[in-house]
C-alpha cells in the first residue's frame, strides 16, 4: 500500500515516540507549509531562469499604459505554486483521504487548462489563447465532475460508501429526494439553512468552483495582488475544515462533522506556504507572473474546498475582492454592449475593468492598490472566522 512520508513516520513511532507527533493533523499541516515554503523558495530562481530562457514572457495589453515596462516578464510561474503544493501535500496527508484527492485532481485540472491558455499566448503568439468557449467548456467538464463525485462524498465515511451511494442513486432512477440532504449554511445562524436536492447541490457547487477560479484569474493582473489573497483565504478556509472534521470541535461550534475534512488543512497549509514562496518572486516590481496556470488552478482549489466544508456563503465573503472584481468586468461589459446598442457607442462605468485597474486611472499608485486590496481581504477573512463562533 501507498504510503505518504507521514504516514511511513508514523509506522516507526513504536520505536521512535517522538514521530508520534506526525498522527497530529496540525503538526502535519505545519510541515506541510514548511515544505512548500521552502521549496518554492529553492526553485523558484531556476524556474524564472527556465521560464525566461524559453522566452516565455507576459504580453501587456497597449491600453495598460502603466504596465509597458512589464513586457516580456516571464509569465507562467504558477507551474511553481502548484508543484510546491502538490509535493508537500503528498508528502504530509494521508493518501486514503478522499477530499484532498479531490481538490488536488481539481487544481492541477484547472492547472492544465490555464497552462494550455498560457502556451498560446506566449509561445504561439497567438494573444486570445484558449478562446472563451474552450475555455469554459473544459472548465466545465472539471467542475461539474467535482460537483457530482462531491454530491456523494460528503455525507459519506469511505470512498466505498461513495460508490454504494451512488448506485443505489442510480437504481432509484435519479431520485431527486436522494442521496442524503445537504443544506446550505447561512453564517452567524446556528439553526438557519437551506436544503439543496442533487440538482441544486451540483450546481451550486459548478457555480463556486468555475466561478472561483475565473474571478482569481481577474483578479491576478498587479504585483502581488491575487497570490496574497489567495494565501489568507486559504488559510481561513483550512480553519473552518479543521473545525468541521474534529467531531469534538463541530460539536461544540454548531457546525456538521465532515468526517476527513480536517486533513484539507494540510493542503491549505501548503497552499499558503507555497503562495508565500511565490510572493517573495512576485512582490513589486515582480520577477514573475503567474499566468493563467496558476490563477485559474488556486481559485478552483479555494472554491472546492469552500464546498468541502459547507462554507459557500462564507466564502462569498471573505472573497470579497475576487468577486467584486469579477463583477466589477461584468458590469463593465454589459453596460458597454448596453449602451452601444442603445445609443449607437459603448460607454464605461468604470474608467477601466477589473476594477484594480479603476484605481490605478484613478490616480493610486500600483502598491497601493495592492496592499490596500490585501487589507480589506484580511479584514473580509476576520469576519468570516468570527462565524465560527458568532452563531
Known amino acids: 500500500m501507498l504510503m505518504s512520508l507521514a504516514q511511513w513516520l508514523q509506522t516507526l513511532s513504536p520505536g521512535f515516540g517522538f514521530l508520534r507527533v506526525f498522527q497530529y493533523i496540525t503538526f502535519r499541516a505545519l510541515m506541510a507549509g514548511l515544505t512548500a515554503l521552502m521549496v518554492g523558495l529553492a526553485i523558484g530562481p531556476l524556474v524564472i531562469r527556465h521560464l525566461a530562457a524559453l522566452k516565455i514572457g507576459q504580453p501587456v495589453r497597449l491600453y495598460v499604459k502603466e504596465h509597458q515596462s512589464k513586457s516580456g ?41 490555464g497552462w494550455m491558455d498560457d502556451w498560446r499566448k506566449v509561445v504561439h503568439k497567438d494573444p486570445e489563447g484558449m478562446r472563451s468557449r474552450e475555455k469554459y467548456f473544459w472548465q466545465s467538464v472539471v467542475g461539474l465532475l467535482a460537483a457530482f463525485y462531491l454530491l456523494f462524498s460528503i455525507s459519506e465515511g469511505s470512498n466505498g460508501k461513495v460508490i454504494d451511494l451512488f448506485l443505489h442513486w442510480v437504481r432509484s432512477g435519479f431520485d431527486v429526494r436522494f ?20 440538482i441544486g447541490f451540483v450546481i451550486l457547487t459548478y457555480l463556486v468552483i468555475v466561478g472561483a477560479s475565473n474571478a482569481v484569474n481577474l483578479t491576478d493582473g498587479l504585483d502581488g495582488l491575487a497570490i496574497m489573497p489567495v494565501v489568507m483565504i486559504g488559510a481561513s478556509l483550512g480553519v473552518f475544515a479543521y473545525v468541521t472534521g474534529s467531531s469534538v470541535y463541530s460539536k461544540y461550534l454548531l457546525f456538521p ?62 472573497s470579497g475582492i475576487f468577486v467584486v472584481e469579477a463583477i466589477s468586468v461584468m458590469v463593465q461589459v454589459s453596460y458597454f454592449k448596453y449602451t452601444k446598442r442603445r445609443y449607437g457607442e459603448g460607454r464605461r462605468i468604470l474608467k477601466m475593468a477589473p476594477l484594480h485597474h479603476h484605481f490605478e486611472k484613478s490616480g493610486w499608485r500600483e ?22 463562533k458568532l452563531r
Open 73 to 113: 516578464t516571464p509569465t507562467m510561474g504558477g507551474v511553481l505554486v502548484l508543484f510546491s503544493i502538490a509535493l508537500s501535500t503528498l508528502l504530509w496527508f494521508d493518501l486514503s483521504n478522499r477530499f484532498v484527492w479531490i481538490v488536488l485532481w481539481v487544481t492541477l485540472g484547472f492547472g492544465l487548462i
Open 367 to 388: 502598491t497601493q492598490v495592492v496592499v490596500r486590496f490585501w487589507i480589506v481581504t484580511m479584514l473580509l477573512c476576520l469576519i468570516g472566522l468570527a462565524s465560527l
Open 257 to 318: 462533522h465532515i468526517s476527513g475534512s480536517g486533513e484539507l488543512l494540510v493542503f491549505c497549509t501548503a497552499m499558503a506556504g507555497a503562495g508565500l514562496a511565490f510572493l517573495w518572486f512576485n512582490t513589486h516590481p515582480a520577477q514573475v507572473f503567474m499566468g493563467d496556470v496558476g490563477a485559474l488552478a488556486l481559485g478552483g482549489a479555494l472554491g472546492t474546498i469552500a464546498v468541502i466544508v459547507r462554507q459557500e456563503i462564507v466564502f462569498f465573503v471573505i
Open 179 to 198: 442521496p442524503p440532504k445537504i443544506n446550505l449554511l447561512v453564517p452567524f445562524f446556528k439553526e438557519v439553512s437551506y436544503p439543496l436536492g442533487p
